[in-house]
């Protein structure tokens, strides 16, 4: 019988052995101007709403979700029907919160997706259709209506106890179930001489080329570097009041952007995403494991025959415990070393993904990781 097992998945051991960073020197990345700047003023805007979902094969939510039940009440209510909503059983329906990004430029009659996910105790949205459901902004002006089949990307069903599930089942899209209803107004000066490019990543060395970029095309001084998120743009004369045309003429340009060193971390699945850019310090690092496994075998102890008045049988445990740890492995990564390098060594190691995580947290704290650490 175990009793106890304790086990320690990672043990780390880093040293910085000397020596600056390593200067990044990865290659740059030529991409179109569009992809990395857009223009000020023109914002998506986020939208939400309140719906329900029906023809769910008995997957909805229950009786305790008592607003769903209600709000189908109001709705059958408006048709002239009149039900107490705690006479309702509403297992073929769910109620979700709907949400949409309403792109800038927008206009009425556009469609756009939308995402459905339940807010109460619905085990499914699988085959289910999303009633007209308006979805509205911050101000509270409703942007777009939605209605349609979803689409989960998956399945689920079962019988008997039994039960098989592939990906989430109660969020689902509607692919271009949003229809458009009302405009953005937008804050972009049309006629203004000069106009203003964001950057989606703010970098001083990225925007400085941006705006080389804009100059070898329109000629010198007609770009300038604001900041490390901003690049404003002096629009020639012939372009006043044609936006649309300069815009067509800039968004194309090739800029050869600098990559950023940065590392993406997610815990909860144990991912670890590592950029073309990461350099190490020359480092050292060691990795192994150790488990304590503590078991418990019950002997029976019997008396013997003739044994004095009141011997009784008795349960004796009878405990062992087994310690392990494999050989830890040193591996030596030079100043400088690559992205190839670090897997190669990690992999070498025999690291999991949460080894490497823990690897990672430890190299930046010992000063031998020149990247950025982002944990999502």
């Excluded at 880093?14 to 179109?32: F, H, K, N, S």
């Excluded at 769910?56 to 408006?78: P, W």
């Excluded at 619905?122 to 689409?151: C, K, N």
């Excluded at 000629?219 to 901003?230: E, K, T, V």
């Amino acid at each position: 019988m175990m009793r106890l097992l304790s086990t320690c998945s990672c043990l780390v051991f880093v040293t910085a052995l000397g020596g600056a960073l390593a200067a990044p020197a990865g290659a740059d990345t030529t991409v179109r101007l569009r992809d990395v700047a857009s223009l000020q003023g023109a914002a998506p805007v986020p939208l939400i709403g309140y719906g329900l979902v029906v023809g769910l094969n008995k997957s909805g939510d229950r009786r305790q979700t008592v607003f769903s039940a209600q709000t189908l009440a109001n709705m059958l209510e408006r048709f002239g029907v009149l039900v107490p909503g705690e006479d309702i059983k509403i297992e073929n329906v769910a109620a979700v919160l709907v949400t949409a990004e309403l792109p800038a430029f927008s206009r009425r009659g556009s469609r756009l997706d939308v995402t459905a996910s339940s807010i109460g105790d619905a085990r499914s949205l699988q085959g289910g259709t999303l009633l007209p459901t308006p979805l509205r902004g911050t101000d509270g002006t409703i942007y777009v209506l939605a209605q349609g089949p979803l689409s989960l990307g998956g399945f689920g069903g079962g019988k008997g106890g039994n039960s098989v599930q592939v990906n989430h089942l109660t969020v689902g899209r509607v692919p271009a179930g949003g229809i458009i209803q009302a405009e953005l107004a937008s804050t972009v000066p049309v006629a203004a001489p000069n106009i203003l490019l964001t950057l989606s990543t703010p970098d001083f060395t990225n925007a400085t080329r941006v705006a080389d970029a804009i100059n070898l095309e329109m000629g010198p001084g007609a770009a300038q570097a604001l900041d490390a998120a901003s690049v404003q743009v002096s629009v020639p004369a012939n372009y006043r009041g044609a936006l649309p045309n300069l815009m067509a003429r800039i968004e194309p340009l090739p800029v050869s952007m600098g990559g950023q060193a940065r590392i993406v971390i997610n815990e909860r699945t144990g991912t670890v995403v590592v950029g073309n850019e990461v350099r190490l310090g020359r480092t050292a690092v060691a990795h192994g494991n150790l488990s304590v496994r503590i078991s418990t075998k019950y002997n029976v102890s019997q008396p013997n025959p003739f044994s004095p008045p009141g011997a009784e049988t008795v349960v004796v445990p009878d405990e062992k415990v087994d310690v392990s740890e494999t050989d830890a492995k040193l591996i030596t990564l030079e100043e400088g070393a690559t992205l190839d390098a670090v897997v190669r060594a990690l992999n070498a190691l025999g690291a999991t993904p949460r080894d490497v995580i823990a690897i990672l947290q430890a190299m930046k704290a010992a000063g031998a990781l020149a990247a950025e650490l982002v944990i999502i």
